[in-house]
Every structure is written in C-alpha cells, then in structure tokens.
C-alpha cells in the first residue's frame, strides 16, 4: 500500500493546476535528493512545481522541470534552477508507478512539496489520469454551485 501524504509540515509549492486538469488516483509521498543550495533555496518558501512532471527513466523516478531558484548567498556553489531530481521512493512504488505510466497510459503529477515533521523534503506524488475539456467544464461548474451554495447559506443562515 502506498503511503497517503499528510502535509502537517511546512508547505512549500503547491500545484493548484493539477487537481483541475487530471483526475488524481492513487498519491504518494517522495523524497528528494537535493543539495544544500537547493534546500536553503525551499526553506525560504522558493519553489514551483506548476510547469513540472514526473518521469520513469531506467527503473528511477525523475522530477523534470520543477523550478527551485538559485540561493543567492550561495556565490559560485549555487546548483542549476531547473535540473533534473531524483525521487526516492521504494522499489515496489516504483514499479507500481512505471506499470500504471506504462500499461494504463496515466500520468505521475506532482501535487505539493513541502517539509515534513523532522524537517524534510518531500513530494506528494499522484497518479494521473487527463481530463477531457468537458470534464474539466464539469468540475468547474460543480465548484461555482458549491461557491453559490455557501454564499446562500451564509446569507439565509
């Protein structure tokens, strides 16, 4: 079973995007391996996830694109904004990740990245799958009911 990601800890990125353009499925909690910079970097609340992905490339789990900016006090040891990260997940998720990407044609989104209790970085990770255009109409139409909805009830009661 895939361990369900509780985000008690400092949040950090959010994907906002994520929840409206996929269907979410199964989550999970990663790790990252980062460097000291990088690090520095998000404890300053420095990141975005927005534009990134998650990729399964010779039996490990990559986050491309995902932006943490340089440390500024760093000097010359600062790392590059945009390279790629590894994830550290356990061998079964990380099968269990690449079969649903592979056989069932979904996607791996980052979701929020954030510091856990003992003060750590971790990724919530989840399986995908696209939304259609009407799909995402649909889910945009029950979030104005419900905004009208608690209006009406805030209003009434």
Same mark, same amino acid.
């Given at each position: 079973?895939?361990? $369900?990601?509780?985000?008690? &800890?400092?949040?950090?990125? =959010?994907?906002?995007?994520? %929840?409206? =353009? ?6 999970? +909690?990663?790790?990252?391996? /980062?460097? #000291? ?18 990729? @399964?490339? %010779?039996? +490990?789990?990559? *986050?491309?694109? &995902?932006?943490? @900016? ?9 790392? =590059? @904004? ?14 269990? *990740?690449?079969? #649903?990407?592979? %056989? ?5 989104? @980052? /979701?929020? /990245?954030?510091?856990?209790?003992? &003060? ?9 799958? #696209? $939304? ?9 139409? $029950? %979030? =104005?009911?419900?905004? +009208? ?5 805030? +209003?009434?009661?």
């Amino acid at each position: 079973m895939a361990k $369900k990601s509780t985000t008690s &800890g400092k949040l950090v990125a =959010d994907n906002r995007r994520a %929840r409206f =353009d996929y269907e979410i499925g199964e989550t999970m +909690e990663a790790g990252l391996a /980062l460097v #000291g910079t990088e690090v520095k970097s998000l404890r300053r609340n420095k990141a975005n996830i927005a534009e990134s992905y998650v990729s @399964p490339e %010779r039996g +490990e789990i990559w *986050l491309i694109n &995902g932006n943490i @900016p340089e440390y500024v006090e760093a000097n010359q040891f600062n790392h =590059d @904004p945009r390279r790629k990260r590894k994830l550290l997940l356990h061998q079964r998720e990380i099968a269990r *990740l690449s079969q #649903g990407v592979e %056989r069932d044609g979904m996607t791996i989104v @980052p /979701l929020r /990245l954030y510091f856990n209790d003992r &003060g750590i970085a971790k990724l919530a990770i989840a399986l995908a799958k #696209g $939304k259609k255009s009407h799909d995402k109409r649909e889910t945009e139409k $029950k %979030r =104005d009911w419900q905004r +009208e909805k608690n209006r009406l009830l805030k +209003e009434l009661g």
